[in-house]
């Protein structure tokens, strides 16, 4: 029947679909690089920058390839590929396509870094720089990640005024919160003591009454008997 027939097609797919995408879920998890938190970094002509990157895996990792790339509007180059042993082995660059690369990092002690230094800039090297890292332990799967460079005559100095201002108002208005609490604690504090001074004084009146009216337990002079 043709719609038995159908119906099981679209359910081998679906569970091929499901059995690939849980081969692939584990790997996808495990390896992972990056160049840190600024998509873009600005660097002046004739500069040196460095253009970071630093990988991680679950797994660990043995024969690790990595390799940069750059890519412009006209131009794709592998800047320099290498690879890693082991945990406890550092880099080792097999091709370098510019003498101006250094590869600054280390993957001893857990650091997993593989960033590159890149010396005397001029503003043909603006473009994309993607740092690829391919793991044996995971398949071979491929991870990257890019971040673009733009090489300027200057760099521009930013206005802080609007954000100095807003951090004095803000002070301010902290600053006056807190002198207003002080204050409201001290005016609490005088009334405190004045209400005490003033149960004190109507106690001490209240003393004093009883003396003079010869109440019982006062203190008044007793009269002498009259005489007859």
Same mark, same amino acid.
């Given at each position: ?29 495990? #390896? +992972?690089? !990056?160049?840190?938190?600024?998509? *873009?970094?600005?660097?002046? $002509?004739?500069? =040196? ?71 005397? #800039? +001029?503003? !043909?090297?603006?473009?994309?720089? *993607?740092?690829?890292?391919? $793991?044996?332990? =995971? ?72 003396? +003079? ?16």
């Amino acid at each position: 029947m043709p719609g038995a027939r159908d119906q099981g097609a679209a359910r081998a797919r679906w569970l091929g679909t499901g059995l690939l995408g849980l081969f692939l879920l584990p790997v996808s998890l495990s #390896l +992972e690089v !990056s160049v840190g938190k600024a998509t *873009t970094i600005y660097a002046v $002509n004739g500069t =040196e920058i460095l253009l970071p990157c630093t990988f991680s895996s679950c797994f660990g990792f043995e024969n690790l390839h990595f390799w940069w790339s750059y890519n412009s509007s006209d131009t794709y180059k592998i800047l320099i590929d290498g690879t890693v042993k082991n945990e406890k082995s550092d880099p080792k660059v097999k091709l370098k396509d510019d003498d101006r690369i250094t590869l600054e990092g280390s993957t001893k002690e857990k650091m997993n870094n593989i960033s590159i230094s890149l010396k005397n #800039l +001029e503003f !043909s090297d603006t473009g994309k720089y *993607t740092c690829h890292v391919k $793991n044996p332990k =995971e398949n071979y799967f491929q991870h990257q990640a890019t971040i673009f460079l733009q090489v300027v005559d200057k760099l521009e100095e930013v206005d802080n005024t609007v954000t100095l201002i807003i951090l004095g108002v803000v002070g301010g208005v902290i600053g006056l919160l807190i002198f207003i609490l002080l204050v409201k604690k001290f005016i609490a504090f005088i009334i405190k003591k004045t209400q005490e001074k003033k149960k004190e004084c109507l106690v001490s009146s209240s003393g004093n009454d009883n003396t +003079e009216n010869g109440l019982p337990g006062s203190k008044a002079e007793e009269k002498a008997p009259t005489k007859v």
